[in-house]
């Protein structure tokens, strides 16, 4: 795909890397304080103490970080291991179940979740994930803000107020417009800034004149509109830094988890787009005051925000009916990206603020995906070829590069978000997020480093995995006692009924709520229909394109589940084609990114359009190919990797 | 009753050299075709039904079964006399309109085949109209309808109003599946059985034809 022209003489070729590999240790991680959602970035290694030092969050305390009073426990939610011996020692036992942990002795090694205070009953983590990788690009953000001083000569001079700007700022303002709003307070801020000031620029259109001294105030807002999760970042125009994010459970899901029962919402009711209009507007307000709160802004002081989203949401918060969605042909509204006043969509921020919806291609490809592809940069690719998954309800995939690129939605099931998984959880304290082979043993790494309550799509990918390895599950996808020595202590797991065996994860001493956790048959055959149709999706897009594996260059795992998912063990149940590991990255939450690369670089908005067209949609209902590829996917790879 | 105990345990382990091996000998031996086809091959996809219901085995592994058995009837057809068999009823299936979904379908199509009934598919996204034309046409015994996504499912309804409409409605029993489609849904719209899978499927169409 040709890029378009940039709207600015090329100051210099951009430059363009690769999202680091997991392996790559960054030099700086998150730390996020719970209940206040608050977000420190704090250099590798330095301990939980320290940052919260430095963020001036108190702590109780009386050694100073010593590791001496054991006072300073807070709650860890992530998972960091067993404490110490030394902190084992100031910890009661019970606080080591609960997940306690003594900030001055954990180093902050990765992104970490702690809480502080009694955490309350009904204010439960999620694991949302609101961080990704975001490719270098130029500065050149939507809103731009310029110092005007109107001298005393053109003052005297007979011309309207409008037109003393223009000359002002010289050849940019010849057709500078102006909205109706803005002229109005125009006598009003002239006398108050004394005729110098800072002009706040979208495109040709100047949306207010402000006082010099905000010049560089410039923040814009981003939010990832997800069918479970709404997530908003608060990003510096200045710089492209994330100043905050902060994410809250799609209110929406009152009428119904997935993008489906949403429509049939809208359907039953006569007042149902408005209600979950407002329910979403409601959310996007309280997460907006939030973020401005954190940045220690006005709602006034912004006056752009990017929204990405499925193609039902972006209807949802524009009050746009979505129902032709529902079923064949599967038509929205409209799929291309507009931009509106944000009042007019009900969010409250300056009256002249703008609202980018991004553009989508279809029903089932939406903002959200042309986003991820957006921050994958899969369309700047010459030739390597790229493969993009983001992995939820719906797997959408993408493969391509600049002279191609196809996308796919598959209907995968729930089952990698843990719906229709007997003891299935999502990713939230007590759920099992990994599982490992330690010395022949079954590790579990939980949320929360608590007792385990379920566990979600990545541990039960991993726990398939290890099942596979050691003999407990076949290739057919049956459960069965292994006849591996090695691994034969674990057939004590499995309990037969009626001719089927479940393996049990946690017996009722071990889990948390003292009801044993099995992984059933069934949820082996749910994760086989799951991972069977995402393959298969995948082997179409292949076939389409006519490569072989071998051709694949990058594969990004966009999205929670792919950046919590371990890629050897989703290559081992055959999600991902084998390939060699180090190919295979994860991008994060790249909608969010793609939405604030097009906030911070106004040809990423045109990109992002021409992609949107650029893009083949391949429909796989209507190909016969998918059907026997998703068959030959059920089974599970035979050999072994590991 | 005659042994077919090799050709059945080939069918359900899906091995096509040995179940051909097998049903060959037993037309060499002079065995009664009814008996090779009910006591040996539908016997083992019967089996192959309800393993798959328990989870024991998979789609791959029914549908090896169900390809297995095809080629034996393969071998068998050629020594069919007249009368010999008795076809067990014709199946009108497919996918409600405004759904495009149609794996479940499929199997359930391939599976009622393995059992020995004539399945006429209609594909996706099928008009009631449709589905009452191709029933008056073929005279078929069963209706079978699959929804996959909970806004799809009013179509049964229609469908079965449309049935009624032409005035049909008593002269075929009408089965329903897909994932959000449930035994009371089924009742509500008055449909004569609920299938949860496709092991299933062939187990309610036989009782609905009085087969077992």
């Known amino acids: ?642 | 009753m005659a042994e077919f105990n090799a050709l059945t345990e080939s069918v359900i382990k899906g091995d096509i050299k040995s179940a051909v091996a097998e049903t060959q000998k037993a037309l060499e031996t002079g065995q009664d075709i009814q008996s090779i086809i009910d006591d040996g091959l539908i016997r083992a996809m019967d089996d192959v039904g309800e393993r798959f219901s328990k989870g024991q085995i998979f789609v791959p592994q029914m549908l090896r079964s169900a390809k297995t058995m095809q080629e034996c009837m393969k071998l068998i057809q050629p020594h069919f006399k007249e009368g010999d068999v008795k076809a067990k009823g014709k199946v009108v299936i497919g996918t409600v309109k405004g759904d495009l979904h149609d794996i479940g379908k499929n199997l359930v199509s391939m599976m009622l085949e393995g059992a020995g009934f004539t399945i006429i598919d209609l594909g996706v996204d099928v008009n009631p109209e449709a589905f009452v034309e191709k029933v008056k046409e073929t005279e078929a015994d069963i209706m079978g309808m699959s929804a996959l996504l909970s806004t799809t499912m009013p179509a049964m309804r229609h469908t079965i109003d449309a049935l009624k409409e032409a005035g049909i409605r008593d002269q075929v029993k009408v089965m329903i599946g897909g994932a959000p489609v449930t035994d009371d849904f089924a009742r509500e719209i008055k449909a004569d059985a609920y299938a949860p899978d496709a092991g299933s499927a062939v187990i309610q169409t036989k009782k609905l034809l009085g087969l077992s």
């Open chain 1, 1 to 642: 795909m040709r890029k378009p022209k940039n709207h600015k003489p090329k100051k210099k070729k951009q430059t363009v890397r690769l999202p680091p590999s997991k392996r790559h240790k960054p030099k700086y991680v998150w730390l996020n304080v719970l209940p206040d959602d608050l977000w420190i970035r704090v250099r590798r290694g330095k301990t939980i103490w320290e940052a919260l030092q430095k963020a001036a969050v108190h702590l109780e305390g009386d050694c100073g970080g010593l590791g001496k009073c054991g006072k300073c426990k807070v709650k860890v939610l992530s998972f960091i291991g067993p404490p110490s011996k030394e902190a084992t020692e100031l910890l009661t036992e019970e606080e080591i179940k609960d997940g306690l942990r003594l900030t001055c002795r954990n180093k902050i090694k990765k992104d970490l979740v702690i809480y502080l205070g009694e955490p309350q009953p009904d204010q439960e983590f999620f694991q949302i994930l609101k961080t990704g990788y975001r490719p270098p690009l130029q500065l050149d953000p939507l809103i731009d803000k310029r110092l005007v001083t109107i001298s005393p000569e053109l003052q005297k001079q007979e011309l309207s107020e409008m037109d003393r700007i223009r000359r002002a700022m010289g050849p940019e303002g010849r057709n500078l417009q102006v909205p109706l709003h803005c002229l109005r307070t125009l006598p009003q801020i002239f006398g108050k800034t004394s005729y110098h000031g800072a002009v706040v620029l979208h495109e040709n259109s100047m949306l207010a004149w402000q006082d010099w001294e905000s010049v560089g105030r410039r923040y814009g807002l981003v939010f990832d509109i997800g069918t479970s999760t709404v997530v908003g970042k608060l990003i510096s125009l200045l710089d492209g830094h994330e100043v905050a994010a902060i994410s809250h459970l799609n209110s929406q899901i009152r009428h119904g988890t997935n993008v489906i029962s949403r429509l049939q919402f809208i359907k039953d009711n006569k007042d149902g787009l408005k209600r979950l209009h407002d329910l979403l507007l409601k959310d996007m307000r309280g997460i907006t005051q939030r973020l401005l709160e954190v940045g220690e802004l006005r709602p006034e002081e912004i006056f752009i925000a990017v929204a990405a989203g499925n193609t039902t949401m972006q209807h949802i918060l524009l009050a746009l009916d979505p129902s032709g969605i529902a079923e064949a042909p599967f038509s929205p509204i409209i799929t291309e990206g507009i931009v509106v006043k944000a009042e007019q969509a009900g969010l409250k921020l300056h009256p002249e603020a703008l609202l980018y919806v991004m553009p989508a291609k279809s029903g089932y490809i939406g903002g959200d995906l042309i986003s991820v592809i957006l921050a994958s940069e899969a369309a700047e690719q010459d030739s390597e070829m790229i493969l993009g998954l983001d992995l939820g309800t719906n797997g959408e995939i993408f493969l391509g590069n600049r002279s191609r690129l196809l996308t796919c939605s598959t209907a995968a099931g729930p089952a990698l978000e843990g719906a229709r998984i007997s003891h299935g959880a999502i990713a939230r304290v007590g759920a099992i997020e990994a599982v490992r082979m330690v010395d022949g043993q079954i590790q579990f790494q939980i949320i929360g480093n608590v007792k385990p309550k379920g566990i979600c799509g990545s541990g039960l990918v991993d726990l398939v995995a290890v099942l596979l390895h050691c003999g407990i599950i076949d290739c057919e996808g049956l459960i069965h006692p292994t006849t591996n020595e090695d691994t034969a202590h674990l057939n004590g797991r499995l309990v037969e009924n009626s001719g089927v065996y479940d393996f049990l994860i946690a017996s009722p001493e071990e889990s948390h709520n003292g009801r044993p956790i099995y992984l059933k048959q069934n949820d082996v055959r749910e994760l086989q229909l799951a991972k069977g149709a995402i393959a298969a999706g995948i082997r179409s897009l292949m076939h389409e394109m006519k490569i072989e594996v071998g051709a694949i260059r990058h594969i990004y795992l966009a999205g929670a589940l792919g950046n919590y998912i371990n890629p050897f063990s989703a290559m081992r149940i055959g999600l991902i084609p084998t390939v060699n590991p180090d190919i295979v990255k994860s991008i994060g939450n790249a909608a969010s990114t793609g939405a604030s690369m097009v906030l911070l670089c106004r040809n990423s908005w045109h990109m992002a359009k021409l992609l949107a067209d650029f893009i083949d949609h391949v429909e796989l209902s209507h190909r016969a190919d998918f059907n026997q590829h998703f068959i030959e996917h059920m089974d599970f790879p035979r050999d072994n990797l590991w």
